[in-house]
């Protein structure tokens, strides 16, 4: 890793921890009244440190300080306004010896503390935002800046996760007993009052109310499925770890009180400072946690500006986002402040330098590398990493082994002799430190050229292999053989041991530019690079001067080996897909169907077929207050009476009082809104309880509820489904749509999943599919339109509406329904739900606790965002998740 050391002065100031600060008057303060926080840098060095942040927070705009996350399924937000202060203690055992220790290096501490948080407790990065020693210095801890979610504090209880919108501090030791040594404690107060300025809050306040994140609970337990800020937590707004989640005795003997009092002190001083990078020139304000500028020139502020300035390091000032961030253009090289990473920007993207050969072959200069806040840098989506080109030959210091570099892997040069046989020559070879090596991703082995046909055997009727990738491809057919145009006096024989060295890269297929179709169906396709082209009219058939007699028909399950590409409408559209490039067109043949005497009679579906979700259940005696834009109908089953209400007027009714009751629209367009009934997205600026079609307040025999109850068109129900993000890519955004789809649809053509005796099909629960309703529609328009662009389509296996059920993570391989559920998931109708799907390079996986708690069955959100990123349609998406489906429009 390339890292731009600095050197950084620790001090502390002695303070008496009651007494109130005093300030100098003068327009420029004095540097070292700020507390000093020291880097990130200071404590995660080496590659190995580096490697364990698996955990990187999500921002999607570079040039906004908003947080777009919406309040859906598992989409917990990474950046949050700061409400709160958390204090712990490490709660080391007060019989070590390194525990409570002013001798112990800290920094040793930290780095352990780390490992155990990232790795074995698989967080990803340490949970704590901030660390505080013994001896008062302050540590940068928890990577992303201001605002970052942490992982520190999450009350099982109540299953509210309190690391969103709180600060997490730590005091390295344990105060169960032990009194917190005062440099530590004025640190600390220091800390709390600078944070508590610059995002406008009082720590002094003992009453605060803010909305908390919280997840459903399920069979007794905390679902992380879904969650939103759908409670309220009242109490102070600098409290220990005990006061959030029971049986934690953290912080121990610190007197809170005292720290409130004096940290308040502090924030009076510190809210009126502007500062000044020691880097530069310019002066700034921190105001609710985000820079606003105040001058270009500290030493020429605006008239009537008196606030004093302080100079302040590099690194603590890109804690905080910048309030009018510029896009910055492609070829910008830049870097977190707390982290030696540089990126170049290209197409938007943050590219990794991968280490400073790369750095230094692409003539780069850190004089040029711009320092960016942690959540600017982070508003940049990560790009492929910038790489040493293909074909660079690296040795490494280590065990003196020999790597090419292909396509951005390591590739391991396994003898002197495969060196010659691929005319690698020894002059070329680079030498580099071991780190730079393993930021590779192993991608095989160089041991036969490329091209190399092989066998364990001459008999003719033994397998053929072909060196490809840096692996063995297995040759399935003479067909495919003689296709390639191979020459069978050019298979070598090797030993079993030798043909096992090479990884396995799956089978050869047909090569590019060959012509097939399945068996029995008329769609012509061109194959390039594995992947299948639709040639879509003879127009374009005939412009590329291609002739039926060389078109191969296949058996459907051949042809079902080539992914989906897209089509061929022209030349110009040829040209594009042999230049690597997506083609514009996104039409798609018709999936082949299986031969007729495997096909099952489908249900019948059609576009006007309606569904009934479960919303909410209410105690009998509970008031439900119902009104709607339009006229409505509310009819009681318990005194067979109706009444019409006009638009905007309420209707309030209990189960009690009317029995079984309909609200019914007088209009299609009529939207209801149940004003007793409130679910919110993060910030509370949208309340998911307005919806189309009608309601019903019912008692369930079943499940001895009374159930409020939406009945509406069933495509207008899946336009409301919160389980996916407007800001996901389009193909995934539609694999989800046919996906989630396919689940309703089997359910509802199987009287429900709860039975035909239940009063709801489905709930909006993640149980079911969690449905928020109208107001999503607007929220998310993105899902809608892809629902739109997906229309009447749905999964097929054996000819049935397949039940596909999906997860928010599988961990990184998919799990068997059978061995997770069994039941009626081990017959032969849920072959597709067989798991072991593993999810592909570069899947940005979720926190440890969510993907616990998912199941991990079928397509893995996570997953499938990657192989959208990858260029995947979404047809390919779900036949890379649901093994033998088909993808049929049914109405």
């Given at each position: 890793m390339?890292?731009?050391?600095k050197?950084?002065s620790?001090?502390?100031?002695?303070?008496?921890?009651?007494?109130?600060?005093?300030?100098?008057?003068?327009q420029t303060a004095?540097d070292?009244?700020v507390?000093?926080i020291?880097?990130?840098?200071?404590?995660?060095?080496?590659?190995s440190a580096?490697?364990l942040?698996?955990w990187?927070?999500?921002d999607?705009?570079p040039?906004?300080?908003e947080?777009?996350?919406?309040?859906?399924?598992?989409?917990i937000?990474?950046?949050s306004?700061?409400?709160?202060?958390?204090?712990h203690?490490?709660?080391?055992?007060?019989t070590?010896?390194?525990?409570?220790?002013?001798?112990v290096?800290?920094?040793?501490?930290i780095?352990?503390?780390?490992?155990n948080h990232?790795?074995?407790?698989g967080?990803?990065?340490?949970?704590?935002?901030y660390?505080?020693?013994r001896k008062g210095?302050i540590?940068?801890?928890?990577?992303?800046?201001?605002?970052?979610?942490?992982?520190?504090?999450?009350?099982?209880?109540?299953c509210r996760n309190?690391?969103?919108?709180?600060?997490?501090?730590?005091i390295?030791?344990?105060?169960g007993?032990?009194?917190v040594?005062?440099?530590?404690?004025?640190?600390?107060?220091q800390?709390?009052?600078?944070l508590?300025?610059?995002n406008?809050?009082?720590?002094?306040?003992?009453a605060?109310?803010?909305?908390?994140?919280t997840?459903?609970t399920?069979?007794?337990?905390?679902?992380?499925?879904?969650?939103?800020?759908?409670s309220l937590?009242?109490?102070?707004t600098v409290?220990?770890?005990?006061?959030?989640e029971?049986?934690?005795?953290?912080?121990?003997?610190?007197n809170m009180?005292?720290?409130?009092t004096?940290?308040?002190?502090?924030?009076?001083?510190?809210?009126?400072?502007?500062?000044?990078?020691?880097?530069d020139?310019?002066?700034?304000?921190?105001?609710?946690?985000?820079?606003?500028?105040?001058?270009?020139?500290?030493?020429?502020l605006p008239?009537?500006?008196?606030?004093?300035?302080v100079?302040?390091n590099?690194?603590?000032?890109?804690?905080?986002?910048?309030?009018?961030?510029?896009?910055l253009?492609?070829?910008?090289?830049?870097?977190?402040?707390?982290?030696?990473?540089?990126?170049?920007?290209?197409?938007?993207?943050?590219?990794?330098v991968?280490?400073p050969?790369v750095f230094?072959?692409?003539?780069?200069?850190?004089?040029?590398?711009?320092?960016?806040?942690?959540?600017?840098l982070?508003g940049?989506?990560?790009?492929?990493?910038?790489s040493?080109?293909?074909?660079?030959?690296?040795?490494?210091?280590?065990?003196?082994?020999?790597?090419?570099?292909?396509?951005?892997?390591?590739?391991?040069?396994?003898s002197?002799?495969?060196?010659k046989?691929?005319k690698?020559?020894?002059?070329?070879i680079?030498?580099?430190?071991?780190?730079?090596?393993?930021?590779y991703?192993?991608g095989g082995?160089?041991?036969?050229?490329?091209?190399t046909l092989?066998?364990v055997?001459?008999?003719?009727t033994?397998p053929?292999?072909?060196?490809m990738?840096g692996?063995?491809?297995f040759?399935?057919?003479?067909?495919?053989?003689?296709?390639?145009?191979?020459?069978?006096?050019k298979?070598r024989?090797?030993?079993k041991?030798?043909?096992?060295?090479y990884?396995?890269?799956?089978?050869?297929?047909?090569?590019?530019?060959?012509l097939i179709?399945?068996a029995?169906m008329?769609?012509?396709y061109?194959?390039?690079?594995?992947?299948k082209?639709?040639i879509?009219?003879?127009?374009a058939?005939?412009?590329?001067?291609?002739?039926?007699?060389?078109?191969?028909t296949l058996?459907?399950t051949?042809?079902?080996?080539?992914?989906s590409?897209?089509?061929?409408?022209?030349?110009?559209d040829?040209?594009?897909?042999?230049?690597g490039?997506?083609l514009a067109t996104?039409?798609?043949a018709?999936?082949p169907v299986q031969?007729?005497?495997?096909?099952l009679?489908?249900?019948?579906?059609?576009?006007g077929?309606?569904?009934?979700?479960g919303?909410?259940?209410?105690?009998?005696a509970?008031n439900?207050?119902?009104?709607?834009?339009g006229?409505?109908?509310?009819?009681?089953?318990?005194?067979s009476?109706?009444?019409?209400?006009a638009a905007?007027?309420?209707?309030?009714?209990?189960?009690?009082?009317?029995?079984?009751?309909t609200?019914t629209a007088h209009?299609a367009?009529?939207?209801?809104?149940?004003?007793?009934?409130?679910?919110?997205n993060?910030?509370?600026?949208v309340?998911?309880?307005?919806?189309r079609?009608n309601?019903?307040?019912?008692?369930?025999?079943?499940s001895?509820?009374?159930w409020?109850?939406?009945v509406?068109?069933?495509?207008?129900?899946?336009?409301?489904?919160?389980?996916a993000?407007?800001?996901?890519?389009?193909e995934y955004?539609k694999?989800?749509?046919?996906?989630?789809r396919?689940?309703?649809?089997?359910?509802?053509?199987?009287?429900?999943?709860y039975?035909?005796?239940?009063v709801?099909?489905l709930?909006?629960t993640?149980s079911?599919?969690?449905?928020r309703?109208y107001?999503?529609?607007?929220?998310?328009p993105?899902?809608?339109?892809?629902?739109?662009a997906?229309a009447?389509?749905?999964?097929?296996?054996n000819?049935?509406?397949?039940?596909?059920?999906?997860?928010?993570?599988?961990?990184?391989?998919?799990?068997?329904?059978?061995s997770?559920?069994?039941?009626?998931?081990c017959n032969?109708?849920?072959?597709?739900?067989a798991?072991?799907i593993?999810?592909?390079?570069?899947?940005v996986?979720?926190?440890a606790?969510?993907?616990?708690?998912s199941?991990?069955?079928?397509?893995?959100?996570t997953?499938?965002?990657r192989?959208a990123e990858l260029?995947k349609t979404?047809?390919?998406?779900?036949a890379?998740y649901?093994?033998g489906?088909?993808?049929?429009k049914?109405?």
């Amino acid at each position: 890793m390339i890292r731009r050391w600095k050197k950084y002065s620790l001090f502390a100031v002695a303070w008496c921890v009651l007494s109130m600060p005093f300030f100098a008057s003068a327009q420029t303060a004095a540097d070292g009244t700020v507390p000093t926080i020291l880097p990130r840098a200071l404590w995660e060095t080496g590659a190995s440190a580096n490697n364990l942040l698996n955990w990187i927070p999500e921002d999607n705009d570079p040039t906004s300080v908003e947080n777009e996350n919406p309040n859906s399924n598992s989409n917990i937000p990474d950046y949050s306004p700061v409400d709160r202060f958390v204090i712990h203690d490490t709660g080391c055992s007060p019989t070590s010896a390194r525990c409570n220790s002013d001798t112990v290096d800290p920094i040793s501490v930290i780095q352990s503390m780390y490992r155990n948080h990232a790795q074995v407790r698989g967080w990803g990065d340490i949970g704590y935002h901030y660390i505080i020693d013994r001896k008062g210095n302050i540590y940068e801890g928890r990577y992303g800046g201001n605002g970052t979610r942490g992982a520190h504090v999450y009350d099982n209880k109540n299953c509210r996760n309190f690391n969103v919108g709180t600060v997490g501090i730590t005091i390295l030791g344990n105060y169960g007993n032990a009194q917190v040594p005062a440099a530590a404690v004025n640190a600390l107060a220091q800390l709390v009052g600078w944070l508590s300025a610059v995002n406008n809050i009082n720590p002094a306040d003992t009453a605060r109310s803010t909305p908390v994140w919280t997840n459903l609970t399920t069979n007794g337990k905390c679902d992380t499925h879904f969650g939103g800020f759908s409670s309220l937590y009242a109490g102070p707004t600098v409290l220990g770890h005990m006061d959030l989640e029971a049986g934690n005795p953290d912080p121990g003997t610190l007197n809170m009180p005292a720290l409130r009092t004096v940290a308040a002190q502090w924030r009076e001083a510190y809210k009126n400072y502007i500062y000044q990078d020691k880097n530069d020139k310019a002066a700034v304000a921190i105001d609710g946690g985000v820079i606003k500028m105040i001058s270009d020139n500290a030493t020429a502020l605006p008239a009537g500006e008196t606030r004093p300035v302080v100079k302040i390091n590099t690194n603590q000032l890109a804690l905080f986002p910048h309030e009018n961030a510029v896009k910055l253009p492609d070829g910008t090289l830049i870097k977190s402040s707390g982290r030696g990473d540089i990126y170049r920007l290209e197409n938007g993207e943050r590219r990794h330098v991968t280490s400073p050969g790369v750095f230094r072959m692409l003539g780069l200069s850190l004089t040029d590398v711009k320092v960016l806040a942690d959540r600017d840098l982070l508003g940049y989506a990560s790009g492929d990493p910038l790489s040493y080109p293909d074909g660079t030959l690296l040795q490494s210091p280590k065990d003196g082994k020999v790597y090419l570099i292909k396509d951005g892997e390591r590739r391991h040069i396994i003898s002197s002799a495969a060196f010659k046989q691929n005319k690698f020559k020894e002059k070329d070879i680079i030498k580099v430190p071991e780190d730079e090596v393993a930021a590779y991703v192993s991608g095989g082995i160089v041991g036969l050229p490329e091209g190399t046909l092989f066998s364990v055997s001459p008999k003719v009727t033994a397998p053929n292999y072909v060196v490809m990738n840096g692996g063995k491809k297995f040759i399935p057919s003479w067909d495919i053989f003689n296709a390639w145009k191979f020459d069978k006096k050019k298979i070598r024989v090797i030993a079993k041991k030798d043909l096992d060295l090479y990884p396995d890269k799956g089978e050869l297929l047909l090569p590019d530019a060959s012509l097939i179709r399945a068996a029995g169906m008329p769609e012509i396709y061109i194959v390039h690079k594995q992947k299948k082209y639709w040639i879509g009219s003879y127009g374009a058939f005939a412009e590329l001067k291609l002739n039926m007699t060389a078109v191969k028909t296949l058996p459907v399950t051949e042809t079902g080996k080539y992914r989906s590409g897209g089509t061929i409408a022209s030349s110009a559209d040829w040209q594009t897909v042999i230049q690597g490039k997506p083609l514009a067109t996104a039409a798609v043949a018709p999936a082949p169907v299986q031969p007729a005497q495997k096909q099952l009679v489908p249900v019948a579906t059609s576009a006007g077929q309606t569904i009934k979700v479960g919303l909410f259940s209410a105690a009998a005696a509970d008031n439900v207050s119902v009104t709607a834009n339009g006229s409505f109908t509310v009819r009681s089953g318990k005194t067979s009476t109706e009444k019409t209400y006009a638009a905007g007027e309420i209707a309030a009714t209990t189960w009690n009082t009317s029995g079984d009751t309909t609200f019914t629209a007088h209009n299609a367009g009529t939207i209801f809104t149940v004003n007793s009934y409130h679910v919110y997205n993060w910030d509370k600026s949208v309340d998911f309880n307005i919806f189309r079609g009608n309601l019903s307040l019912v008692y369930s025999q079943k499940s001895n509820k009374v159930w409020m109850v939406n009945v509406l068109p069933f495509e207008e129900y899946l336009q409301g489904l919160g389980e996916a993000l407007n800001t996901d890519a389009p193909e995934y955004r539609k694999a989800f749509a046919v996906a989630a789809r396919s689940y309703a649809l089997y359910h509802l053509s199987n009287n429900g999943k709860y039975g035909a005796d239940e009063v709801y099909h489905l709930n909006n629960t993640p149980s079911d599919q969690v449905y928020r309703g109208y107001a999503w529609e607007g929220y998310a328009p993105n899902l809608v339109e892809a629902t739109k662009a997906t229309a009447g389509e749905v999964m097929k296996y054996n000819g049935k509406i397949a039940r596909t059920v999906y997860s928010s993570d599988s961990g990184g391989t998919t799990k068997n329904a059978c061995s997770l559920w069994g039941g009626e998931f081990c017959n032969a109708d849920y072959g597709y739900l067989a798991g072991g799907i593993t999810d592909p390079e570069g899947t940005v996986r979720r926190d440890a606790a969510t993907i616990a708690a998912s199941h991990g069955v079928g397509m893995s959100a996570t997953g499938a965002r990657r192989l959208a990123e990858l260029g995947k349609t979404y047809k390919e998406i779900l036949a890379y998740y649901y093994k033998g489906i088909s993808v049929e429009k049914v109405y």
